[in-house]
């Protein structure tokens, strides 16, 4: 029989039987007295990862090669729930991640303005996102209507991650089907801006064995203060759950966004003051655009084979169609910046999971094999005018540049095999000590056509291999306590991200660009990959009984043959271009869960230094990262005042930070300012089945910028004060 999402405590009575005690006696009456039992109310939370009764905290990694939990895992890993989601009242996965301490964002130009551009720890990360454990290629607008929750890994991952993942990773665990419970809400959200949102998320048990997931979205907004720039999302998640034997498990899964935007490149920084300009119009054009389109399937094989022993297989398909047309405005012109992406790509990641008994001590390991084929076609369009010069007396502008545009020509064919080999085993030592040793071996086949003239197009070819490890140490001196020191890698080959074609700065292909093609080809087939090496000491609490879980971490990583910008001054046409080298060191707090019986918290500090060991261009050395604020803050409170009513709040605070190069040297003269920005938000129970909420962001209508572009030609602005209500209907 299926259950329902609330669980009744029933009290039962045994009567007993009164026997005679002698033969004349009379009947005895004897009074029992019982204890009131007390009906508890809980809902069941339907993400196997939670920690039951603590909305914000999550006991497991949704990876589950992380085999112990998360306050025994020797790693920062930050974890958002779905509750703390909802809470905080944002959806897409940019603002989700931007208000994680440690974690900022970056502008997307130069032929990746896709999607979102996220830095973790001041390193690329664009392309280190994963959904439940296989990359997520292409730069994209990701949501977060079928997220159970996100998990940001901190720190060199390629063991887990493979190339890549120089600063961290991000993984996204999305929504699956159950047999445990029956469930269904629907959600209607409206507010200012033209805001409306519609979210469907319904379970269904059809047998004892089977179960289907079904998540829905339409939404739309214009942005805060910046009409007609708006965001429109539209998308659909399945999930089919098969229980074929008590062993044998099936999950097959599809997933599909459109999401289309009139997207707003913002203010720009006045190049001689360094400071932004804010007072711009809103300057985008009838023609701008930016559009993902994701279609996605995946199939997931589970054989239990007794309790010690488990195989797991996870296979996905997927394509992403990626453009934008967007306009720049510095003041006195208008500019165009355009291109699109096509994505194709197929992966299979096959695990065994064995735990062991060996010589007194218990292994828990994990073998695995994954192969995966990304292809990603990037072009340009072809648009005339491209420029506009403002006179001064513009009244529409959205009506200024009136472009003809046309799809044109592809200028990078970019296109990566891999197999990887990986082992990892986690071992207790005893009741106190545990070690995780990690080792993986990326085999790829890299290929990349660069140029969008068909007749002067050059072939860069790559095979090669990427050894990288992770080795951690746990010593539990508390039953609720430990610390931990962890070491780990990540690498990535010359031309490791897939969007940029051969330009140097952004991760593309780096070679000089005098010589002949043979030549170019050469020193890029001598390339070493980047290199990066991660130091850290940590310890994790779990305090209310298991409901809070507090850390502290102190890191050092250091990134060395990095690739730099190449010129005819800077290299011969056989030289050597791993010659960047830079450190980044810090401390970051987490404080996730229950502070009291009413009062939960998720918070996080991270104080960093960036500084460039080593350079072609002398006067980088000693100078921090762009994109790189040192201090990054967030703390969301909820307050349970009632059974029926909570309400909380967050802040988020970033220092400032400077434009630049991904992982290039700051322009120390274009500054992003720091700033701090405020929601509140409160929730009330109108009946058992109907659920109201308020958000209210960026209460004080802050006017902030997100990040700004290497030249400041343009600076991201964050969203001004939003009003918003969504009621949230159970059935």
Not at 103 to 127: C, K, M, W
Not at 173 to 202: C, I, N, P, W
Not at 379 to 402: F, I, K, R
Not at 623 to 639: C, D, G, H, I, K
């Amino acid at each position: 029989m299926t259950k329902t999402g609330v669980a009744l405590g029933i009290s039962t009575a045994m009567l007993m039987p009164m026997s005679a005690l002698a033969a004349n006696d009379t009947a005895k009456k004897e009074e029992v007295e019982m204890e009131a039992v007390k009906v508890v109310d809980t809902v069941i939370d339907p993400n196997p990862n939670a920690e039951p009764g603590v909305p914000y905290k999550a006991k497991t990694s949704g990876d589950k090669r992380h085999v112990k939990p998360l306050a025994e895992t020797p790693q920062t890993i930050t974890v958002i729930t779905a509750k703390s989601i909802e809470d905080s009242g944002r959806s897409d996965l940019r603002d989700i991640l931007q208000a994680q301490p440690g974690v900022t964002l970056g502008t997307g130009e130069n032929g990746n303005a896709f999607g979102d551009r996220y830095i973790i720890r001041g390193q690329e990360a664009r392309s280190d996102v994963f959904v439940d454990g296989l990359r997520d290629p292409g730069m994209t607008v990701r949501e977060s209507f079928a997220t159970e929750q996100v998990e940001i890994t901190k720190g060199p991952s390629s063991t887990f991650a493979g190339r890549g993942s120089t600063g961290g990773a991000v993984n996204s665990v999305t929504k699956q089907a159950t047999t445990d419970l029956d469930f269904a809400k629907l959600s209607a959200g409206f507010g200012g801006d033209e805001y409306r949102r519609y979210t469907l998320d319904l379970n269904r048990v059809l047998t004892d064995d089977m179960a289907i997931r079904v998540n829905l979205l339409d939404a739309y907004q214009q942005v805060p203060d910046r009409d007609p720039a708006d965001r429109d999302r539209e998308g659909a998640a399945l999930s089919f759950l098969w229980k074929a034997t008590d062993k044998f498990t099936l999950v097959a899964d599809y997933y599909h966004l459109d999401a289309e935007d009139k997207p707003d490149l913002g203010a720009y920084i006045n190049r001689t003051t360094g400071k932004v300009v804010d007072d711009v119009p809103v300057y985008l054009q009838d023609e701008d655009f930016l559009k993902s389109k994701i279609d996605t399937y995946t199939l997931r094989a589970g054989y239990q084979f007794d309790a010690d022993t488990r195989i797991e297989n996870l296979m996905r398909y997927g394509t992403t169609k990626n453009a934008y047309l967007m306009t720049g405005f510095n003041g006195s012109r208008l500019s165009t910046h355009q291109g699109w992406q096509e994505v194709e790509y197929f992966a299979n990641a096959l695990n065994f999971y064995l735990d062991r008994q060996l010589a007194g001590m218990k292994h828990q390991f994990v073998f695995g094999v994954e192969y995966s084929d990304h292809s990603v076609l990037n072009g340009v369009y072809s648009v005339s005018p491209s420029t506009y010069t403002v006179t001064g007396a513009e009244t529409n502008w959205q009506n200024l540049m009136n472009r003809r545009v046309a799809k044109g020509n592809w200028d990078s064919d970019w296109n990566v095999k891999t197999i990887s080999l990986s082992a990892m085993d986690t071992v207790d030592l005893s009741d106190k000590w545990t070690v995780f040793g990690g080792l993986r071996y990326d085999r790829f086949d890299y290929q990349n056509t660069v140029g969008s003239n068909p007749a002067a197009r050059t072939k860069y070819d790559l095979e090669d291999g990427l050894w990288n490890g992770h080795l951690g140490v746990t010593y539990k001196f508390l039953p609720n306590a430990n610390v931990y020191a962890t070491y780990s890698t990540a690498s990535d080959f010359n031309g490791g991200e897939s969007d940029v074609g051969a330009s140097c700065d952004y991760g593309g292909i780096c070679v000089p660009s005098v010589g002949t093609t043979a030549d170019r080809q050469q020193l890029f087939g001598d390339s070493k990959p980047e290199l990066s090496q991660n130091f850290e000491l940590g310890t994790k609490w779990e305090l209310m009984g298991g409901k809070l879980l507090a850390t502290a971490a102190a890191f050092r990583t250091v990134k060395k043959d990095v690739m730099e910008t190449t010129s005819a001054t800077s290299y011969n046409s056989l030289g050597t271009i791993n010659t960047g080298k830079y450190r980044v060191q810090g401390v970051e707090f987490s404080l996730t869960g229950k502070l009291t019986e009413k009062l939960t918290a998720q918070a996080g500090l991270a104080l960093m230094k960036a500084k460039i060991l080593k350079s072609q261009t002398a006067a980088n050395v000693g100078e921090t990262l762009s994109n790189f604020p040192e201090r990054t803050a967030n703390v969301q409170l909820s307050y349970q005042a009632t059974p029926k009513f909570n309400f909380g709040g967050a802040a988020r605070y970033s220092s400032e930070k400077y434009s630049g190069t991904p992982e290039g040297v700051a322009a120390t003269s274009l500054k992003v300012p720091d700033y701090t920005v405020f929601d509140l938000f409160a929730a009330y129970k109108l009946t058992e089945q109907l659920n109201a909420r308020l958000n209210i962001g960026n209460v004080t209508d802050e006017k902030y910028y997100t990040a700004a572009y290497r030249s400041g030609s343009f600076t991201y602005m964050g969203d001004r004060r939003t009003v918003r209500l969504t009621l949230d209907y159970s059935f």
